[in-house]
């Protein structure tokens, strides 16, 4: 099919932008497109046939930055005849056929709703030598029923909801993703069972509020069920899931957690503000107490949780004493990491155009102040697992330092970083393998583990990494319904699943 005029197959390269939803679903563009017969550009071709730019509107300056990387590849394209730019994800969904009148050499824009309409796209454009912008307004398929290059052998994103039915003012996910849209929860036990058979050892169920899952289908109790259902999944050795929201956090789902051994006992809860009064402007509808009380709940069924959070600074109105708040419910959740962001407009939220916006230097005084108190929690809780034994799953590309320190890297079952010295082991472990070490050092951000590790457990997952095979799922549709069926997956910062 698509062959480039020597007669070789069409190459590609994606660019993602934002959150952990975008690369999922940058996954599964590259997926749709190795179906179509393209190939993956090797990473030093500075001229592949397609590039995909994956984009994401919640940054910001985000349209500036992608402006800035289509005038840069003009001069390649007009050097390249034949080349196609191609432009999806949310800021393609927001600026639609702006994008083609601002940069006329995009050949496709397509939307967050219709990812597998790409590869159709491209060739059309080509065909007609004329722009194609196709933008739906809710979804077509929910994507993970669409071909899917996995990036990780012994990891997988599994989708379980798009879309979300909250209306927080920061946020542009509603307007862009729509409404929360949930997948069948056998087509999604069918998808983690097909992952576990290629050899992955951890799933990560992704949806913008995973709390709520089971609105469709009036089952309130869905997402404690469908934890359960993971742990008789054999081979599947860790469930992780983000995001859950305070708001619809049920006991029931601590209870799956702590009883589900394969499930790990790391939580990730958006906490945003801790002062009730920001909360309430965000439109954030639970308050501080209820989301330190699902803390406390969690610590008493799982002692040694690892709890994350996303909080943003300099929201409008937030006053000193609301931004102290923030420090106490810091303070007494005793997170193990926080993503912190500083509040800045989203065009299109209802924040961008509230009262109170605050001065750059007040929003960026209280963040160092933030993170300086994030950094005290998070070292002194990890010190308290100097000369803990922990399971590391090794991964790729976790420790940048690595390559200097001839150290490897992975995450420990809560989620910790871990930086761990492979010993005489040397050059025999590999990413997707199963190690336990002893904690040695510990730093805000990572643990080290320097001595020689305890146990080394070679994995299917190892095994496929050693000869580069990445897991593929085929995008069958396991008898569940598609129509209407949630499609692609929001996004951002500040927002839910961000990471
Ligand atoms: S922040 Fe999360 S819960 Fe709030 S609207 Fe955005 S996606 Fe939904």
């Not at 999806?88 to 050499?105: E, F, S, T, Y």
């Not at 937030?318 to 007494?332: G, I």
Request: proline fraction near 6%.
């Amino acid at each position: 099919m698509t062959t480039a005029a020597a007669g070789s197959p069409r190459t590609y390269q994606v660019r993602t932008y934002g959150c952990q939803m975008n690369v999922h679903d940058s996954e599964r563009i590259s997926g749709l497109l190795e179906q179509a017969g393209y190939v993956r550009a090797a990473e030093a071709d500075e001229q592949p046939d397609v590039v995909v730019f994956n984009t994401c509107a919640v940054r910001e300056n985000a349209d500036n930055r992608l402006y800035g990387n289509l005038g840069h590849l003009r001069p390649v394209k007009d050097k390249h005849p034949g080349m196609q730019i191609a432009v999806g994800g949310c800021l393609a969904q927001k600026d639609r056929g702006d994008i083609v009148r601002k940069a006329p050499w995009v050949d496709v824009v397509f939307g967050t709703h219709n990812i597998g309409s790409l590869p159709v796209l491209l060739e059309r454009a080509r065909h007609n030598t004329a722009a194609e912008v196709e933008i739906l307004e809710s979804l077509d398929v929910f994507p993970s029923t669409l071909p899917t290059r996995r990036e990780s052998t012994y990891a997988g994103w599994v989708s379980i909801s798009v879309g979300c039915n909250n209306t927080c003012t920061f946020c542009i996910v509603p307007s862009l993703r729509g409404k929360e849209k949930d997948r069948r929860p056998g087509d999604i036990l069918s998808e983690v069972r097909a992952l576990v058979d290629e050899g992955v050892l951890e799933v990560t169920l992704l949806g913008q509020n995973v709390n709520s899952y089971g609105v469709e289908f009036g089952d309130r109790y869905a997402f404690g069920k469908l934890l359960r259902a993971c742990g008789d999944i054999e081979g599947l050795e860790r469930v992780r899931f983000t995001s859950p929201h305070p708001k619809d956090f049920t006991d029931d789902v601590i209870a799956a957690m702590a009883e589900t051994p394969n499930v790990c006992h790391s939580l990730h809860m958006p906490l945003q503000s801790g002062s009730d009064e920001v909360l309430r402007a965000m439109r954030r509808s639970y308050r501080s107490e209820k989301y330190l009380g699902i803390i406390e709940k969690v610590r008493a069924a799982m002692p040694d949780a690892a709890i994350t959070t996303d909080i943003i600074v300099g929201f409008p109105g937030e006053t000193d004493a609301d931004f102290e708040k923030t420090l106490d419910v810091v303070r007494e959740a005793r997170f193990s990491s926080a993503f912190t962001f500083q509040y800045s407009k989203r065009p299109g939220t209802p924040a961008a155009t509230m009262d109170g916006q605050l001065p750059k230097q007040v929003v960026q005084e209280r963040y160092e102040r933030l993170i300086a108190t994030v950094e005290e929690i998070t070292w002194a809780e990890n010190r308290k697992l100097v000369g803990e034994t922990v399971e590391v799953l090794v991964a790729v590309g976790e420790g940048r330092k690595d390559e200097r320190t001839g150290r490897l890297s992975g995450r420990a079952r809560d989620g910790r970083l871990v930086h761990f010295d492979a010993g005489s082991l040397a050059g025999q472990i590999r990413p997707g393998d199963i190690v336990h070490t002893t904690v040695t050092y510990a730093a805000p951000h990572h643990l080290n583990a320097d001595g020689e590790p305890l146990s080394h457990r070679r994995t299917r997952a190892g095994d496929a990494a050693e000869a580069g095979r990445a897991p593929r799922t085929p995008g069958v549709l396991l008898g569940l319904p598609t129509i209407g069926a949630p499609a692609a997956v929001p996004a951002p910062t500040g927002g839910c699943a961000a990471r």
